[in-house]
């Protein structure tokens, strides 16, 4: 799948949630490799932020990212429609501090996204594959995230207000493609008890019925409550009367628990790929939404390229005999068993390594170790498969070495374990010269890699 980027720029404007103040946001198209990043055209020099877990500064009532002293707000709404939209590179232009509320939901930078429409780039997606459960646990909140592995996107919240008013409620989406149907639209909610202590933060400036579900389940005086109405600029409210400020009432009976789904794809996208995962939330919320994409960002700044995902019931997209009609190598120098993902610019194969390889003989007979040279070999096999989808009739070319540089041995590789071979080309092929970049992995681990330049030649 290939990276995505808007077609064309949008402007939205409206209310800062916090400050209140008139903001005007433009979304633009962005390079391959770009990501999120999010500019502050208010400040001298025009600053900008990337849109990261690590940049992230304050959680209350909405995620933070700041760079210095420079800082943008409520990020979260405009984020989860680009995720979900499937955008991989956007830089977004802001007039001030925060992201526009607008209607207090994801809808309108979804709907704006779907009009301006999508571009195919020309590099590869980069996907963050989950390979095993991964827990934050917040005591104090009672806050629980887990990541499971799956083939998709996907996430589950469970959400528990403590409130007569709003029962506990939970919210699925099983396809990122039903965003824009089941998420998109949920405001965002506030209940009563609350207000005064946000607007004491100074918070919530912009706050009104328009971008925001108002809950009133606690008791209050006519006047406290009066008190409140007229400091957010709405409508005086009964006190004897519990339920929702808005006149409308909910768009659906769980639209607070979609809303709270709809911020944490929002968070998520902050890991800086999109994700093949499931996510089970049990009261989410933006401190701990962050707690998690920092641990995956983290994870994802420890190793420049993620191992391949590997599952060997799936069908391989070349097999043996598939191998050989392209590749002149025969036993006991064929090094590749089998290919399962390839792209223009990549290819993954597999290489299971047993006890009965030939080179274990004497490499070494008590402690066998498979050659470091054997490695390189298996890369440079699997990028010549690579090489050799660029030209018609593969079979009638053949690959060859020019140079190996910055070679890496990490760990040794025995008897009984699975090579994955992750070979890229580094830059385009010229005049039939590639220079790719080859890593090998056991499970998680890189255990070699390799640059490396090849010319192919038509056999004779």
């Known amino acids: 799948m290939k990276q995505l980027t808007l077609k064309g720029e949008f402007t939205l404007e409206g209310k800062g949630l916090h400050t209140g103040g008139l903001l ?23 600053p900008i932020i990337d849109a990261l877990a690590e940049n992230i500064v304050a959680t209350q009532r909405g995620t933070v990212i700041g760079k210095g002293d420079v800082t943008v707000s409520t990020i979260e709404h ?9 955008v991989d590179n956007c830089l977004i232009k802001v007039d001030g501090p925060e992201i526009p509320i607008l209607d207090g939901s994801a809808k309108p930078f979804f709907d ?26 917040d005591p104090e909140s009672g806050s629980k995230l887990m990541l499971l592995p799956d083939d998709e996107f996907s996430v589950d919240v469970k959400v528990n207000f403590e409130s007569e008013v709003l029962a506990n ?16 639209w949920a405001r965002t909610f506030v209940f009563v008890r609350d207000l005064e202590k946000l607007l004491q933060a100074g918070l919530i400036k912009g706050g009104d019925l328009d971008n925001a579900i108002v809950i009133y389940e606690n008791p209050k005086s006519q006047e406290e409550l009066d008190k409140l109405a007229d400091i957010m600029g709405v409508p005086h409210h009964d006190a004897n009367e519990f339920g929702f400020i808005n006149p409308e009432g909910m768009h659906a009976p769980n639209e607070p628990a979609r809303h709270k789904l709809m ?46 995902y590997y599952n060997p019931n799936h069908t391989p997209l070349m097999d043996n005999n598939a191998i050989r009609a ?3 190598h025969r036993y006991p120098f064929l ?35 498979m050659p470091g040279v054997l490695l390189v070999e298996a890369m440079a096999q699997t990028g010549g498969l690579l090489v050799l989808t660029t030209v018609p009739d593969p079979e009638r070319y053949s690959t060859y070495f020019m140079k190996i540089d910055n070679v890496k041995f990490r760990q040794k590789v025995v008897p009984g374990d699975t090579l994955l071979f992750h070979v890229s080309f580094m830059t385009p092929m010229r005049r039939g010269m590639a220079v790719m970049k080859g890593r090998a992995f056991v499970g998680e681990k890189v255990v070699c890699e390799c640059e490396f330049m090849a010319q192919i030649i038509k056999n004779k």
């Not at 405009?78 to 499937?86: E, P």
């Not at 704006?112 to 980069?126: F, M, R």
């Not at 399962?340 to 390889?357: A, F, L």
Request: glycine share 6%; with cysteine.
């Open 24 to 46: 005007k946001a433009t979304f633009c198209p962005a390079p391959d490799n770009h990501g999120y990043k999010i500019q502050r055209t208010d400040i001298e020099g025009e």
């Open 78 to 86: 405009a984020m989860a429609a680009l995720y979900a939209c499937g």
């Open 112 to 137: 704006a996204i779907e009009s301006v429409g999508l571009e195919e780039q020309h590099s590869d997606k980069d996907f963050y594959y989950v390979k095993h459960k991964v827990e934050v646990v």
């Open 169 to 184: 409620q939970y919210a699925t989406l099983d396809h990122v493609a039903d965003f824009g149907t089941e998420v998109a």
């Open 263 to 308: 911020d944490l794809i929002g968070d998520m996208a902050l890991i800086g790929r999109p994700l093949k995962g499931r996510i089970i939330a049990t009261r989410p919320g933006h401190t701990i939404n962050a707690q998690l994409t920092k641990t995956l960002r983290s994870d994802i700044k420890r190793q420049e390229v993620q191992a391949p």
């Open 326 to 328: 392209a590749l002149p």
């Open 335 to 369: 090094l590749v068993d089998k290919i399962i993902d390839k792209s223009e610019n990549y290819i993954v194969g597999v290489k299971n390594v047993t006890t009965n390889e030939p080179f274990f003989q004497g490499h070494f007979p008590q402690e066998p170790v």
